[in-house]
């Protein structure tokens, strides 16, 4: 097969996968109730044993009775709002018991009430359930006799926002069962078959945000430890799941976790990002006296990831010895391109950091969870950028600190007319 066929094949499987994707972050459908018919579920057996989290519930302090018809649940439950002795409260349907109960339980947790709402059957949870997380999202699973016995989906506090969706798996007897995707942080996925609850195996993959490349190899509770990069060949669809197949990248070495430290960007600086070096190079920039500069090897579309910003990690602050390489990644982390590492012979790992400034940028900042590097800074296309040209991003320096260059293109480019803005 060539090149051409290979990029049509690997697009096809890419499309599939954001349509099955789009599919499952759809909050309002049911497409869980649907891939609940799976037989394994149908005709499996389920374990009949408590779970061991299972507690008896709290004495109950008081109920406020609710004058509601309760002819469309069953008329020997009550309904109402209760509270029990550890501050937890029931509002719903129950019977006298409080065996049987169809609601939602609000626990009292230290700093905040997080919500399940389902059906309880001889005390335990039974069929959909809806818990909330401490995020501000929630999750949507299967319960058989308080356990997860079925699908699962996860979502983010921002139903609107690309990537909220967290996580979609399969449970049996509270295990996770067959195949799974768990969204990361900048939009890619772990994928594959775990051999716990907390995403462990030797061949389970992470799935950059362009759904095309990926990363394969041996995961420990999430966090990848040394594979090959790969690249999407198929994906198919069993009841309701999607399973993604993977095709090694011509001479591709083996790859190591190399996340960065305090004192050391990395332990294996001149073994590049394969994915990311067939998307951008290096190269004299086209600005006067900027050096080099990054250019774009391929077509990019908006909100496309362009380039990676590793570094190594420092705490915020004013006080440091200034850097043009450094860049925030949140309130508590920043990353910084060490003086002795911003050649390319030196350091050729990631390239973003080889970007040059510009008021009137064609990408944007953004943030990764990167199966190698960890936690880092990418720049993301803001428009459609062509092969060949020159990728640039808006450093954001606060002017009163900023160096004498960038205040010197900060009053080019606003001629000295008053500002509101102060990069």
Request: glycine share 8%; net charge neutral; charged share 25%.
């Given at each position: 097969?060539?090149?051409?066929?290979?990029?049509?094949?690997?697009?096809?499987?890419?499309?599939?996968?954001?349509?099955?994707?789009?599919?499952?972050?759809?909050?309002?459908?049911?497409?869980?109730?649907?891939?609940?018919?799976?037989?394994?579920?149908?005709?499996?057996?389920?374990?009949?044993?408590?779970?061991?989290?299972?507690?008896?519930?709290?004495?109950?302090v008081?109920?406020?009775?609710?004058?509601?018809?309760?002819?469309?649940?069953d008329?020997a439950?009550?309904?109402?709002?209760?509270?029990?002795?550890?501050?937890?409260?029931?509002k719903?349907?129950?019977?006298?018991?409080?065996?049987?109960?169809?609601?939602?339980?609000?626990?009292?947790?230290?700093?905040?009430c997080?919500?399940?709402?389902?059906?309880?059957?001889?005390?335990?949870?039974?069929?959909?359930?809806?818990?909330e997380?401490?995020?501000?999202?929630?999750?949507?699973?299967?319960?058989?006799?308080?356990?997860?016995?079925?699908?699962?989906?996860?979502?983010g506090?921002?139903?609107?926002?690309?990537?909220?969706?967290?996580?979609?798996?399969?449970?049996?007897?509270?295990?996770?069962?067959?195949?799974?995707?768990?969204?990361?942080l900048?939009?890619?996925?772990?994928?594959?078959?775990?051999?716990?609850?907390?995403?462990?195996?030797?061949?389970?993959?992470?799935?950059?945000?362009?759904?095309?490349?990926?990363?394969?190899?041996?995961?420990?509770k999430?966090?990848?430890?040394?594979?090959?990069?790969?690249?999407?060949?198929?994906?198919?669809?069993?009841?309701?799941?999607?399973?993604?197949?993977?095709?090694?990248?011509?001479?591709?070495?083996?790859?190591?976790?190399?996340?960065?430290?305090?004192?050391?960007?990395?332990?294996?600086?001149?073994?590049?990002?394969?994915?990311?070096?067939?998307?951008?190079?290096a190269?004299?920039?086209?600005?006067?006296?900027?050096?080099?500069?990054?250019?774009?090897?391929?077509?990019?579309?908006?909100?496309?990831?362009?380039?990676?910003?590793?570094?190594?990690?420092?705490?915020?602050?004013?006080?440091?010895?200034?850097?043009?390489?450094?860049?925030?990644?949140?309130?508590?982390?920043?990353?910084?391109?060490?003086?002795?590492?911003?050649?390319?012979?030196?350091?050729?790992?990631?390239?973003?950091?080889?970007?040059?400034?510009?008021?009137?940028?064609?990408?944007?900042?953004?943030?990764?969870?990167?199966?190698?590097?960890?936690?880092?800074?990418?720049i993301?296309?803001?428009?459609?950028?062509?092969?060949?040209?020159?990728?640039?991003?808006?450093?954001?320096?606060?002017?009163?600190?900023?160096?004498?260059w960038?205040?010197?293109?900060?009053?080019?480019?606003?001629?000295?007319?008053?500002?509101?803005?102060?990069?």
């Open positions: 097969m060539g090149k051409g066929e290979n990029k049509v094949v690997q697009s096809n499987a890419a499309e599939k996968l954001q349509d099955w994707i789009e599919k499952m972050s759809n909050q309002s459908n049911a497409c869980l109730e649907k891939m609940q018919n799976n037989p394994l579920l149908i005709n499996g057996d389920c374990n009949n044993e408590a779970p061991e989290d299972y507690h008896e519930l709290p004495d109950v008081d109920i406020d009775y609710h004058d509601v018809n309760n002819s469309m649940v008329t439950l009550k309904s109402g709002t209760v509270r029990f002795t550890n501050k937890d409260t029931f719903g349907h129950f019977s006298p018991d409080m065996k049987r109960r169809i609601g939602t339980c609000q626990k009292n947790l230290k700093f905040n997080l919500g399940t709402t389902g059906t309880w059957n001889s005390g335990f949870l039974d069929g959909m359930a809806v818990i997380n401490e995020y501000g999202g929630y999750e949507e699973t299967y319960f058989k006799r308080g356990v997860k016995h079925g699908y699962s989906r996860k979502f506090p921002q139903p609107k926002k690309k990537g909220n969706l967290w996580q979609v798996a399969l449970f049996k007897n509270g295990k996770m069962h067959g195949h799974f995707w768990r969204g990361c900048g939009g890619g996925y772990i994928t594959g078959v775990s051999d716990d609850n907390e995403i462990t195996g030797d061949n389970i993959a992470y799935i950059f945000p362009n759904l095309k490349d990926g990363i394969l190899g041996k995961f420990e999430g966090k990848f430890l040394s594979g090959i990069d790969v690249e999407l060949s198929n994906v198919e669809i069993h009841n309701g799941m999607a399973i993604g197949s993977f095709k090694s990248i011509p001479q591709a070495s083996n790859l190591l976790r190399d996340r960065s430290t305090c004192y050391r960007i990395a332990l294996n600086p001149l073994v590049p990002d394969t994915h990311e070096h067939a998307r951008v190079e190269r004299q920039s086209n600005t006067p006296d900027s050096g080099e500069g990054l250019f774009a090897k391929t077509v990019f579309e908006e909100d496309d990831l362009v380039s990676i910003l590793n570094g190594v990690r420092v705490s915020p602050s004013i006080s440091d010895e200034w850097s043009d390489y450094k860049v925030n990644f949140n309130t508590e982390l920043d990353l910084d391109v060490p003086s002795d590492m911003r050649r390319l012979d030196q350091y050729c790992a990631t390239l973003a950091h080889k970007a040059n400034h510009s008021f009137t940028p064609n990408t944007r900042w953004g943030r990764l969870d990167h199966p190698r590097f960890g936690m880092v800074v990418t993301i296309a803001i428009k459609t950028i062509q092969v060949g040209e020159e990728l640039t991003v808006n450093y954001k320096y606060p002017v009163t600190i900023a160096p004498q960038y205040k010197d293109c900060h009053k080019l480019f606003y001629k000295d007319n008053f500002v509101h803005k102060i990069y």
